[in-house]
Antibody, heavy 123, light 112 residues
Framework: QVQLQQWGAGMLKPSETLSLTCDIS????????WSWIRQAPGKGLEWIGV???????NYTPSLRSRVTISLDKSKNQFSLKLSSLTAADTAVYYC?????????????????WGQGTPVTVSS | DIVMIQSPDSLAVSLGERANFSCRSS????????????LAWYQQRPGQPPKLLIS???TRQSGVPDRFSGSGSGTDFTFTISSVQAGDVAIYYC?????????FGQGTKLEI
């Protein structure tokens, strides 16, 4: 049974950096892509970026200058950092298994999701 | 970026009725090398993360009731609930994984 458990600070101020971690149980980092996705209040889903077991990454262009996704193989975890926060970054952030790096049949749907972390950016 | 447009924005049906959801992509999602469409459907209930129902346009995930189905190819896709149950109240999203950045439709809200 694959489970993703995520955690991180939920209340942040403008200009601060968001930091979230996703712990993977029931699966190895190897052979899969691991993504972060967010959902602003009352809005749809926005893909943030992806990492694979080798540490190769791809970010959505609109957030590329502020996003860092990394992994810790020893702990079977991957993480998200988003800097220079504004109120527009207020959202529920999800980790998920799936994604891809390029156009290709290796890309995959998001089959397992974390429970979500509500993040509020306010002064 | 590939734009995903869903219709309608909301859908009200009676219990036991059929519900049809439409999704259109701005680019062809068919991989000719494997003849598969990189299109998924998700169900999101309030306060919950999305749940994957359908992948590759028409492949139902394990444990998903067979009253949920998907079809379509290229740029036009349909998701159907053959007999709506009370527990199906949710927002349904389509999503392309043909190429990053991976994009979702705006969602269709199903009401009873």
């Amino acid at each position: 049974q694959v489970q993703l458990q995520q955690w991180g600070a939920g209340m942040l101020k403008p200009s601060e950096t968001l930091s979230l971690t996703c712990d993977i149980s029931g699966a190895s980092l190897s052979g899969y892509f691991w993504s972060w996705i967010r959902q602003a209040p009352g809005k749809g889903l926005e893909w943030i970026g992806v990492i694979n077991h080798s540490g190769s990454i791809n970010y959505t262009p609109s957030l590329r200058s502020r996003v860092t996704i990394s992994l810790d193989k020893s702990k079977n975890q991957f993480s998200l950092k988003l800097s220079s926060l504004t109120a527009a970054d207020t959202a529920v952030y999800y980790c998920a298994r799936g994604g891809g790096l390029f156009v290709g049949k290796e890309n995959s749907h998001f089959d397992y999701w974390g429970q979500g972390t509500p993040v509020t950016v306010s002064s | 970026d590939i734009v995903m447009i869903q219709s309608p924005d909301s859908l009200a049906v009676s219990l036991g009725e059929r519900a049809n959801f439409s999704c259109r992509s701005s680019q062809n999602l068919l991989f000719k090398s494997n003849n598969q469409n990189s299109l998924a459907w998700y169900q999101q209930r309030p306060g919950q993360p999305p749940k994957l129902l359908i992948s590759w346009s028409s492949t139902r995930q394990s444990g998903v009731p067979d009253r949920f189905s998907g079809s379509g190819s290229g740029t036009d896709f349909t998701f159907t609930i053959s007999s709506v149950q009370a527990g199906d109240v949710a927002i349904y999203y389509c999503q392309q994984y043909y190429t990053p950045p991976f994009t979702f439709g705006q969602g269709t809200k199903l009401e009873i």
